[in-house]
């Protein structure tokens, strides 16, 4: 097992990294040496890659880390960096490698004061690995602010030290630095590649693995989820009973609370499982006498917290909403497909009869309109609109076709 092996359908990116990590490899064996580093060079210093939902961005970008950093003797053999095994590697992909520093954020945006922390870090020499890696999982939630200080370490970069940024797409990253990173683009992965890796990684039953890739149309992470947790596919099944339920006001305004609802209580799951723990960690650190009585000076600290908790919920809710819109999304997809007499598989087969319900009801026209209406709903939420308003707004629209 290399660490390429979960980069699912990726094998141009796969041949660039590689490639990359080679000639990495072969500009720190030398300078060790003390000989003149290789002229031509596919490796540089700062990486951008994009791609859909699921495309497994920070997978790659994770094994790209662990092949930098890889300390296996074949390579003196000629073998290929990132073979999985050595401490570099391993330690690269569970995130514990002291010279990787893996960035992701649970609030809705990174602001400046954590990218100048970031940038401090990024300027530090290796402490005992072969290069500095900082992985942004995140960086198309970097304000502006925050992208105008990141600018800075991405064009002076310390000898040894490498940026990598994830993102959905070139436009959610600032010309200024998109402009100085090689950028990869990584595509859907395949659905049977999606199975195949369910059953053999995850020990899922086939047909459970097909049936999740198929509905997730290849996002890895969310197929795993619905494969494994009941919870999430409940989730799905009312999600996908929407468009049968908006036939009238009452229904439609029925609807979107029961969705906003599932959002919420998924959210308060999250703080359940999270939450709890972190307030009891803080106030222990903060010297809480066994009553609950916290010292004085402390207050402003407990509030901090109480307010990042509060922006992970809201961040933690739109996220479940736009997962629901996506499964939404899939299924006026597949209404469409029924209506243009399309030979491409149903993504949603499991509950084909209310697809084919909704197709014969409608028209083609009718179904691009209920998608657009979706996107729609998406675009208000990212501009902070209410969750409910916008939701009933899609939901009045998803009725009118």
Not at 133 to 153: F, P, Q, S, Y
Not at 159 to 179: G, K, N, Y
Not at 258 to 285: R, S, W
Request: overall charge neutral.
């Amino acid at each position: 097992m290399t660490v390429w092996d979960d980069m699912v359908g990726q094998d141009r990116v796969r041949e660039t990294l590689t490639a990359a990590a080679r000639d990495a490899d072969a500009r720190v064996t030398a300078e060790a040496e003390g000989k003149e580093p290789p002229a031509a060079s596919r490796m540089t210093h700062a990486w951008l890659f994009t791609g859909p939902p699921g495309s497994g961005r920070s997978t790659a970008a994770r094994a790209f880390a662990a092949a930098l950093q890889c300390t296996s003797p074949d390579r003196a053999l000629g073998g290929e960096p990132g073979c999985g095994f050595c401490d570099g590697c391993h330690t690269s992909l569970i995130g514990t490698h002291a010279d990787v520093d893996i960035i992701r954020t649970d609030l809705l945006s990174i602001g400046v004061k954590e990218t100048r922390e970031l940038i401090r870090r990024g300027g530090l020499s290796p402490a005992g690995g072969r290069w500095q890696v900082n992985i942004l999982e995140d960086a198309d939630r970097l304000t502006e602010g925050a992208g105008n200080v990141l600018l800075k370490g991405v064009e002076e970069p310390a000898p040894r030290t490498v940026w990598m940024l994830c993102a959905p797409s070139l436009e959610d990253v600032l010309p200024t630095i998109r402009s100085r990173c090689r950028h990869l683009v990584l595509r859907t992965p395949p659905v049977e590649a999606v199975a195949d890796v369910l059953i053999r990684r995850d020990g899922i039953e086939p047909e459970a693995a097909h049936a999740a890739a198929r509905a997730t149309q290849g996002h890895i992470g969310r197929a795993r989820r619905l494969a494994t947790d009941e919870r999430a596919r409940a989730r799905r099944t009312t999600v996908l009973k929407m468009p049968l339920r908006v036939e009238d006001i009452g229904g439609c305004l029925r609807a979107a609370q029961e969705l906003i609802d599932a959002a919420t209580e998924d959210a308060k799951q999250v703080a359940e499982d999270v939450d709890v723990k972190e307030t009891e960690d803080m106030k222990a650190a903060l010297g809480a006498s066994a009553a609950g009585r916290m010292p004085r000076g402390t207050a402003g600290a407990m509030k901090d917290l109480a307010d990042r908790q509060k922006r992970r919920s809201t961040r933690t809710q739109r996220d479940s909403l736009d997962l629901a819109l996506t499964d939404l999304t899939g299924f006026y997809r597949d209404v469409l497909v029924l209506q243009m007499g399309s030979g491409v598989a149903l993504a949603n087969e499991d509950v084909r009869d209310a697809v084919d319900r909704i197709a014969r009801a409608s028209t083609p026209a009718r179904t691009l309109r209920r998608i657009e209406a979706v996107v729609a709903c998406r675009q208000a939420l990212d501009r902070n609109v209410a969750p409910l308003l916008a939701v009933e707004s899609m939901a009045v629209a998803l009725r009118a076709g």
